[in-house]
C-alpha cells in the first residue's frame, strides 16, 4: 500500500511538473542565414523560410499586415476600417506589403524563434517568430511603412523587455506611419 501511494505522488508531482513546463515559453532560438521561400500564400506577416536543413512558415509576432486577397473577408473589412480605407485599398496595401518583405529578404537574414505553433489553416509547419535584417526588426519596418498594424500574439523580446513595455513603442511607430500618411495610411480618411 505504501508503495502504492509513493507511486501515485511520484507519478501525480511529475505531472504537475511537466504541465508547469508547458506553461513556461520555450527558449528562444537563434536561426542564422536563413532564406526567403517563395510559396503561395506568402504575405507581409506570414512567409516561408529555411534555415539550414529547417523549413517552415514563419508568422510574425506583434503585427497583422493588410491581406493580398479576400479570402478571409471578415479579416479584411476589420482591416479596412482600422486604417480608413476600401477594401480595395486594404488589398493594394497587402500587396505592398507582401512585395517589401520579398524585397528586404532576398539576402540571408536571423530568425529569432521559439517554435510556438501558429498552424492557422496551413498544412505545413507555422512557428511564431521575429526577423531580424539590415539591423531592424521587420514587424517594426512594416508599421513604419504603414503595411501593418499592431495586433497578434505577443511575447517576451529577446532581450528581456516584456510585452507590456514593448508595445506602445510599436504603437509610436504605426502612429508615426500614420502621421507621414504612410502606405495604408496614405489613402486613409482619418
Known sequence: MTRLLVGLLVSLLAIQGHAADKSKPKPWQKLENCRFVDRPGNDGDSFGVQCGRQKFVLRLYFVDAPGDDLKFNERSREQAEHFGVSLDDTLKAGYQARDMVRSMLSGSFLVLTRKANAQGRSSE?????????????????????????????????????????????????????????????????R
Not at 138 to 147: A, D, R
Open 125 to 189: 509547419p507555422r512557428y511564431y517568430g521575429l526577423v531580424h535584417v539590415g539591423g531592424r526588426y521587420l514587424h517594426e519596418v512594416l508599421l513604419l511603412e504603414g503595411l501593418a498594424r499592431v495586433k497578434g500574439v505577443t511575447t517576451t523580446m529577446p532581450d528581456g523587455e516584456t510585452s507590456r513595455d514593448y508595445l506602445p513603442k510599436l504603437g509610436a511607430l504605426e502612429q508615426q506611419a500614420r502621421a507621414q500618411r504612410k502606405g495604408a495610411w496614405a489613402r486613409s480618411t
